[in-house]
């Protein structure tokens, strides 16, 4: 009996170190868990953005392409309206499609942001399928659709933790912006280079 009583200090000593050990790597596993859960959360989440970001984007192209005609500021390659309904109605059904992913996964600010850019693009279409509205209703739209892109990517990234600073493009876009006003003079000349058609086709795309 006295020879356990010796030992005991050392036996609890044992079992400490015993139960430490199972602490400390159930506690490192349960971080592990974490970690890779958020990061596995997260690259979703930048699959459901990406694709959100892809279907708004084929809904603007559609609709400036269904608009173009009777809209000279616009560089889209033109349609006829039957065309362009239909590519427009295309690209809605997947716009919708992305929406309830972007829903299922999306945080709460980025899902209010993403719902201001649909509805901000929602003008547009309406303007495109509306053959009583013309260039000055795209223009006042136009500034709200760049706005609330930037609205999009800012609460996005910051739901991602992403860092670099802002990465706003409403400013650059605007209609004050001095190359834009530029580019658009030039559109409105006679004459127009095949440069000049190269480059309004870029800032189109850039939109």
């Known amino acids: 009996m006295s020879k356990l009583l010796e030992q005991a200090p050392a036996l609890v000593g044992v079992l400490l170190g015993v139960l430490a050990t199972i602490a400390g790597t159930s506690i490192n596993d349960r971080f592990r868990w974490k970690h890779d859960r958020s990061v596995r959360w997260d690259e979703r989440r930048v699959e459901a953005y990406t694709e959100y970001a892809r279907a708004i984007k084929d809904v603007y192209t559609a609709a400036s392409r269904l608009a173009t005609e009777r809209i000279p500021v616009l560089s889209a390659a033109p349609v006829d309206r039957e065309s362009g309904v239909r590519l427009l109605d295309e690209a809605r059904a997947q716009r919708t499609k992305a929406w309830e992913t972007m829903l299922l996964l999306g945080d709460a600010a980025?899902?209010?942001?993403?719902?201001?850019?649909?509805?901000?693009?929602?003008?547009?279409?309406?303007?495109?399928?509306?053959?009583?509205?013309?260039?000055?209703?795209?223009?006042?739209?136009?500034?709200?659709?760049?706005?609330?892109?930037?609205?999009?990517?800012?609460?996005?990234?910051?739901?991602?933790?992403?860092?670099?600073?802002?990465?706003?493009?409403?400013?650059?876009?605007?209609?004050?912006?001095?190359?834009?006003?530029?580019?658009?003079?030039?559109?409105?000349?006679?004459?127009?280079?095949?440069?000049?058609?190269?480059?309004?086709?870029?800032?189109?795309?850039?939109?």
């Open 110 to 207: 980025t899902v209010r942001a993403a719902r201001d850019w649909r509805e901000a693009i929602w003008q547009l279409e309406r303007i495109a399928m509306d053959p009583s509205l013309g260039s000055s209703e795209w223009a006042q739209s136009i500034g709200a659709v760049d706005r609330a892109r930037d609205s999009f990517y800012t609460a996005a990234r910051g739901g991602l933790t992403v860092t670099g600073g802002s990465v706003a493009q409403a400013s650059w876009l605007s209609s004050d912006a001095p190359w834009l006003s530029s580019k658009r003079r030039h559109a409105s000349s006679p004459a127009k280079s095949a440069d000049d058609m190269g480059d309004k086709r870029r800032s189109s795309s850039e939109r």
